[in-house]
């Protein structure tokens, strides 16, 4: 009678919950964004832009360019399942965005849903760290239908960031969030495999400050660029950026970009309190366009998510 009494309890008192939202950033350079077209017009995409979908928030996004339109897959922090899904937003000019659905759920929790294209087929490789492995699904029909291609690795990695360089496929990961808290690299000659860990690894060990990726790794004045997520002091703190200097199968040095946070929390509004994730494109010289993502801190009530879990059964 206790127990049940202390649970009912648990469920009258409010709760302070970090809700993440997306906005779209640009600038002349990846390091030096600003809101875009305005403050005002952020974030472009939050918990309530879902329709029926009930959500806590909506985190790492991802955008890619197909046809004339802007795709945007993000984690979809599904508030009823307590799962990260990946949902799917379309726009044509990226500032006004229309939401079209949950395009892959899991057994599991999802996130990053990191999107590229090689070879003519479409690829999506999200975090899945509770099922154990990397997971890569490939389309059935681009962008909304995808299927479980293959298992890359056989470990729990967060926020595994896949590129092309020098004829191979790199992908860095975060092993051991708040515990080794490592950064760690594979390679491939193939997309789909075999994978192999670099004997550098972990490139990086207890660093909360620059092991945890925060983005897709991208090509700038002919170097390659990485994105940590800072973590320091507090989860989703800010975004840093690292040059890769040496990239090989033997070898992996890389060098911080200015020493400074690229993005961190304003103070107000939607990102008030934190921000861990940028995808940035280049448009043209001295322009570029990214999708990123803030948090704020906001007050939960227990008692009606219950009430509404009761009302969907």
């Known amino acids: 009678m206790a127990g049940t009494l202390t649970s009912y309890l648990r469920l009258l008192r ?17 390091f030096d964004l600003a809101p875009y077209p ?20 909506v985190a790492d996004p991802f955008m890619v360019r197909y046809g004339q339109d802007w795709l945007l897959f993000f984690e979809v922090e599904n508030r009823l399942s307590g799962r990260g899904e990946v949902g799917l937003a379309t726009s044509g ?9 949950i395009v892959l759920r899991e057994s599991f929790h999802l996130s990053y849903p990191q999107v590229l294209e090689s070879d003519g087929s479409w690829y999506m490789l999200p975090e899945a760290a509770s099922s154990g492995t990397a997971r890569l699904y490939k389309a059935e029909s681009f962008p909304a239908s995808w299927r479980l291609r293959t298992l890359l690795v056989d470990a729990a990695l967060v926020d595994p960031t896949i590129f092309f360089h020098a004829d191979r496929w790199w992908m860095l990961a ?32 207890n660093d909360r400050r620059a092991a ?9 004045n002919g170097s390659l660029i990485r994105f ?4 320091t002091t507090y989860y989703g703190r800010s975004v840093r950026a690292f040059r890769i200097e040496e990239l090989s199968p033997d070898r992996y040095v890389e060098r911080e970009i200015e020493n400074r946070e690229i993005l961190c929390a304003s103070g ?25 993502d803030g948090r704020q801190t906001r007050t939960r009530w227990p008692i009606l998510d219950s009430v509404v879990r009761r009302m969907m059964r």
Request: with cysteine; proline share 10%; hydrophobic share 35%.
């Open 14 to 30: 409010p709760e302070q919950r970090a809700q993440w939202s997306i906005g779209i950033y640009a600038g002349p350079t990846p």
């Open 38 to 57: 305005s403050p005002e017009s952020q974030p472009v995409l939050g918990p309530r832009s879902l329709g029926s979908i009930r959500a806590d928030g």
């Open 93 to 101: 000019d990226a500032i006004s965005w229309q939401f079209q659905g």
């Open 174 to 205: 975060l092993q051991g969030f708040r515990q080794q808290d490592a950064l760690v690299l594979y390679y491939a000659d193939l997309l789909e495999g075999p994978w192999q860990p670099h004997p550098a690894n972990p490139i990086l060990l």
């Open 212 to 220: 945890r990726p925060a983005g897709r790794t991208i090509a700038y």
């Open 228 to 231: 940590s997520q800072d973590y």
């Open 268 to 292: 107000l509004g939607w990102n008030a309190t934190g921000m861990h994730h940028i995808d940035a494109h280049e448009l043209g010289p001295n322009a570029w366009i990214a999708c990123v």
